[in-house]
């Protein structure tokens, strides 16, 4: 006890050591006394309906009195057998482990605290692991000995902690796990909580129940062991199975992706400095349409179901997969570094145990999708569905694939290829071969851009090329006239921040994007050629009802309003007679509308990102670990993938007169020159012609193509950069490394 006490005061000490401010920012006698009560903050919607509350301590606070002796008696058989003996701090087990920081030089330190000390540090203190907080946890957990009774301490502690499954307090806990009041608690139902405190995550028992029940047995042997059971009971609580009432705390909120996204970004935001967005009562007003966020979640939710059903009834998964995935997992390296078993052995066990691997293989071939819609006049947020998962989890652990993903967009991205030829003056109706190009790559190897579908054709204006994504017409579009520099330029100019490799398979889409990057690139589009800074928050308001933050749409020129318009017209292509028909053969849209489909190699990444004058909206489907990918184009291209949920969001929006979005129609700017077409050809048609069609024109593109600047012996701009090959007898040479995806 003596050497306990030096060490005691030394840690005391230590004010001296490193600075007279160490124990700045304590809690005083009167804060422990009297806390002030913490406000949620609300997260509203632009019409008006409640999102979110953000807070710490949601929570029903219960007395001791009112939680079953059970559950005290775990905790302290757990985590603290001297409680009702020490003042706050435990000087032998402190001594003990204060020794063996030193002796191993940790920099993060650990071990030896008290119920009151955990009760402090989650009150008043931070999670850091250094030996400065572990001063201040000392001193505070001594006052709030000083301050309240040993059971009022248990109380405070056990209506504070988390017990995953979003509930705080062990009333919530109860009801959530075994929906009944903390009273009633079973020995067993009480260890089970108490167990969860170790890591809310790994020992929660309605994801691994085995994982749970271990500890929970492990902690009904502690409760005998200090004399809080008899071992009669002990052998029935053990012997009693895990039977759950799993009712969890929905406070995630209608758009939990989204609030989720706000929480994380709202915090960086200059003008809420020394802002508590937990306590200090804020109201935010966010962009977000409660209404368009239900479509968007249904049409995910249902598309989402489809294509799980289409993946887990033809995908088998190979052994060399499915070895890698346990060697990846975190049982195996806790085998494997932790218990010390030898790899072999280690994969032996877990490859025999049938339920794990099957529960370890349907986590990593869950569908993941993603929906995000923007007002294109002011990049308004309006819906935002960043996953597949909606059920109760706390989401501030949910990986959002809206902004946090980023995969390549395919095809999806070759309207910036496209729109940098027109804004050069080359016509939509100017004509590119459509065959295989090989093309010589760094490696010395050969790269064939072909189409997804292996087919192939004549002269085919870029118009149709966009239409029925044609790789092969737009590789020879960029080859020719273009360079992967320009074509980053112009991507760039039109909002794509992510970085982009100069390489012309940049084309069909390889570098990649997030959803929310593409959105808000296609806002150029149906913005006539500006697009806006996503804005998912106008105002912050304290509580008191005071303006602390506001902002506004923030605008940028992406294109020429002519070229963008040309582009608009070979978009709207896609949806009327190309791959994105479906939107009106199947799903019936009326309205003036244009977008692009867009799928990668293997059918990794399936895209629509699609447009009316009113709300651009992009939907994403895939899979978190890219070995995982759809197992047919039948199911798993962007027209079949994502464009279902995509128009279904759009229908519902457009059908609900609440929304008062009008079918109105895409602006022509006045220096566009149309010019009646005669048939499928390039030349001027009387408008009497009955197969007559408009062409579109750039002035720029207009004066070029009608004096005759581009022809079939036009010379490639890159002719000198890469060796241009005849396709034949090409289909066989080695592709460049990392090859491009197969787009459609």
Known sequence: MKVAGLILVALLGTGTLFGIDLFKGLPSV???????????????????????????????????????????????????????????V???????????????????????????????????????????????????????????TKDEILA??????????????IESAAQTYFGKPASQLTIPESATLIATLKNPTAYDPSKYPSASLSRRNLIIGLMEKEGFITHAQTVKAKATPLLLHYTPVNHQGLAPYFTEYLRQTIKTASMLEGINV?????????????RMQQYAQQAIAAQAAFLQGQFDRSWRCPESLKTQFIKESDRFKEMVGEEGIPENVALARLRADATWVKNLLYNKTRVQMALVALDPSNGHVKAWVGGTNFGPDDYRYQFDHVWQAKRQPGSAFKPFVYAAAIDKGIPANYRILDQPLALKSGNGGMWVARNAEGGSGGMTTLRDALAYSLNQVTVRLAYEFLSPSEIISY??????????????????????????????????FANNGTWCDVLPVTKVLDKHGRVIAEHQPSSHLGLDPATNYIMVTMLKDVIDRGTG???????????????????TQSHRDAWFAGFTPKLV???????????????????????????????????????????????????????????????????????LNRNVSVEYYTPK????????????????????????????????????????????
Not at 278 to 290: A, E, K, N, P, R
Not at 498 to 507: E, R, T
Not at 722 to 742: R, V
């Open 581 to 599: 028909i479906a939107a009106r053969a199947r799903y019936g849209l009326d309205m003036e509308v244009a977008g692009k489909t867009g799928t």
């Open 617 to 687: 909206a992009v939907v994403w489907a895939g899979f978190d670990d890219e070995r995982v990918h759809f197992t047919s184009m039948e199911y798993g291209q962007g027209a079949r993938a994502a464009l279902p949920a995509w128009a279904n969001f759009m229908k519902s929006c457009y059908a609900d007169p609440a929304l008062k979005l009008e079918k109105t129609y895409f602006p022509m700017p006045d220096n566009v020159i149309a010019v009646p077409t005669a048939g499928s050809s390039s030349e001027p048609s009387d408008v």
């Open 701 to 744: 593109g207009y004066s070029r193509y009608h004096a005759g600047d581009f022809n079939s012996n036009s010379t490639p701009v890159n002719s000198g950069a890469i060796e241009l090959q005849d396709s034949t007898g090409t289909q066989n040479m080695p592709a460049p490394a990392p090859a491009p995806p197969q787009q459609f």
């Open 30 to 88: 009167e804060e422990l006394e009297h806390p002030k009560p913490e406000l949620a903050s609300l997260v509203y919607s632009e019409d008006g309906k409640l999102l979110h509350k953000f807070f710490l301590k949601n929570r029903t606070f219960v007395p001791l009195r009112s939680i079953s002796r059970w559950a005290p008696a775990a905790l302290i058989a757990t985590e603290d057998v001297t409680f009702y003996q020490h003042w706050g």
């Open 278 to 290: 937990y306590s200090d009562g804020l109201t935010i007003q966010t962009t977000l349409d409660s």
């Open 491 to 524: 991507a760039r100019r039109m909002g794509i921040s992510s970085p982009m490799q100069p390489n012309l398979s940049i084309a069909l889409g390889t570098s990649e994007v997030s959803p929310l990057e593409l959105a808000r690139a296609y806002t150029t």
């Open 90 to 148: 435990d000087l032998r087990r402190l001594a003990i482990a204060f020794g063996e920081n030193i002796i191993k030089g940790r920099t993060r330190w650990q071990g030896a605290s008290t119920i009151t000390q955990q009760l402090a540090k989650n009150l008043f203190l931070t999670q850091e692991r250094t030996l400065s907080r572990k001063a201040k946890e000392l001193v505070t957990a001594v006052q709030l000995e000083r301050t309240y």
């Open 156 to 169: 405070l502690y056990l209506n504070t902690v988390y017990f995953g499954s979003g509930a705080y307090g």
